[in-house]
């Protein structure tokens, strides 16, 4: 006889599926024992080459302080302008730079979201994590060649990696912040590298139909970056709003800047234009929003806005007598760390830099520990001051990895990553 109640039911192929509560994971081997010492060797050999001379044309060579500042700005993917940038360098040079960004993108996509899926219970295993971080950068590399193929050259590969890492290195003519390229080919691609890996595979097999639903982590991290996001763009609108009078063309260029600008001071730092040409009003709104930064396991730096919202919610369950759990207390650990980090840079940069004013001196240790690279103008600080920068950008890329392992190790409770 057929056995009846059995209740297991065969599922449909074709029905879209909830992605499965990952149990808690081991320790990959791909942690950040292993990673991070391999990334910094990659920062010291970019060092030697742009120290040896071959990097940059004959009578520029780099002192030993400025080719450390130039591996670390482009590894780190802050991209500050420099004295001899880019454009000033040989070949060799803007290979190595390019090629530093890509091993930014890399160790950032990679150790960050190992973590990250294991914080969200993601069930991407860790060998499917590599190959999306490294497929990724492939696919940026090809829709570069494919504008290069148009006649952009091989400066719009490299700006296409850079907008992929929020890095604000380019080579070339930088596009205006309002032109075509800039508003539907740069920009888009540093909002996808700024969400972080894992929401942007869970966001393609929610495409494909493969999961049901998205993640805690990824729902929260679209929330948080959209509200950000046209938070900000009103409010430097409102801080730049065209003449009453203005015709319609003026509004739509205050819009599209305002739009551009609230994203760029969020990690990616191209320089459009420098800092010392906006409102000092802006300046102080951008360097909000270079602390805010991006979000985890992503190309950009900062706070994190994931951070924003586990404080929010655990202030909201403080005032409303619920408990707050350990993500809260790890949201503030990483706040006041961030604040310390902050400080002691702004700190060393007034000791370094006592003839330049106190604010422009916060706005580069924001920018620098935010891995932003906006400045008033390009970076020509002191040796010590150059090592100052140098440092705060190395604690602002690794820091927030170690913060996410740090969860993903010890609070098996949390759903949304913090660093």
């Known amino acids: ?50 120290h040896s001379g071959r990097a940059t044309v004959a009578g520029n060579t780099l002192s030993a302080p400025r080719s450390l500042f130039a591996a670390i700005n482009a590894a780190t ?45 993601l069930p991407y295993s860790d060998r499917c994590v590599i190959a999306w971080a490294l497929g990724s950068i492939v696919v940026v590399f090809a829709l570069g060649g494919l504008f290069a193929l148009a006649g952009g050259g091989f400066e719009t590969i490299f700006q296409a990696i850079s907008a992929f890492g929020n890095s604000g290195l380019y080579t070339g003519a930088l596009p205006a912040n309002d032109s075509f390229r800039t508003l539907v080919f740069l920009l888009p691609l540093s909002v996808i590298g700024g969400l972080g890996l894992p929401v942007v595979m869970e966001l393609t097999d929610r495409v494909r ?116 759990g350990r993500p809260m207390g790890i949201a503030l650990l990483w706040l006041g760390m961030y604040a310390g980090c902050l400080l002691a840079s702004l700190l060393a940069l007034l000791m370094s830099e006592p003839q330049m004013p106190a604010d422009r001196l916060l706005f580069l240790a924001s920018s620098a520990l935010g891995n932003v690279g906006l400045s008033h103008d390009p970076v020509s600080v002191s040796n010590f001051g150059l090592a100052v920068l140098s440092t705060t950008m190395l604690i602002g890329r690794i820091a927030p990895v170690l913060v996410l392992w740090w969860t993903a190790r010890t609070t098996p409770e949390a759903l949304v990553a913090v660093g």
């Open 1 to 50: 006889m057929k056995k009846r109640g059995s209740g297991k039911t065969k599922p449909s192929k074709s029905a879209p599926v909830a992605a499965p509560v990952m149990a808690h994971r081991p320790v990959t081997a791909f942690g950040p024992g292993f990673l991070i010492p391999i990334y910094l060797l990659m920062v010291l050999s970019g060092y030697l080459i742009f």
């Open 77 to 121: 993917l802050t991209g500050f302008s420099q004295p001899t940038n880019t454009n000033d360098y040989l070949p060799l040079g803007r290979a190595t730079a390019l090629a530093l960004t890509i091993v930014g993108i890399s160790f950032s996509f990679v150790a960050g979201g190992l973590a990250v899926v294991r914080i969200a219970r």
């Open 209 to 324: 139909g493969k999961i049901a639903s998205l993640s805690v982590h990824s729902r929260t991290v679209l929330t948080w970056t959209s509200g950000v996001y046209l938070a900000a763009t009103v409010l430097l609108l409102l801080l730049q709003l065209p003449d009453s009078h203005a015709p319609l063309s003026a509004w739509q260029r205050a819009i599209a800047n305002a739009s551009c600008e609230a994203l760029n001071a969020r990690s990616i730092g191209f320089p459009f234009e420098f800092a010392t040409y906006w409102p000092r009003a802006v300046q102080w709104v951008t360097i909000g929003l270079m602390v805010i930064g991006a979000s985890p396991a992503g190309s950009g730096g900062g706070l994190k806005v994931t951070t924003l919202a586990v404080l929010y919610d655990g202030t909201r369950n403080t005032l409303g007598r619920r408990p707050t």
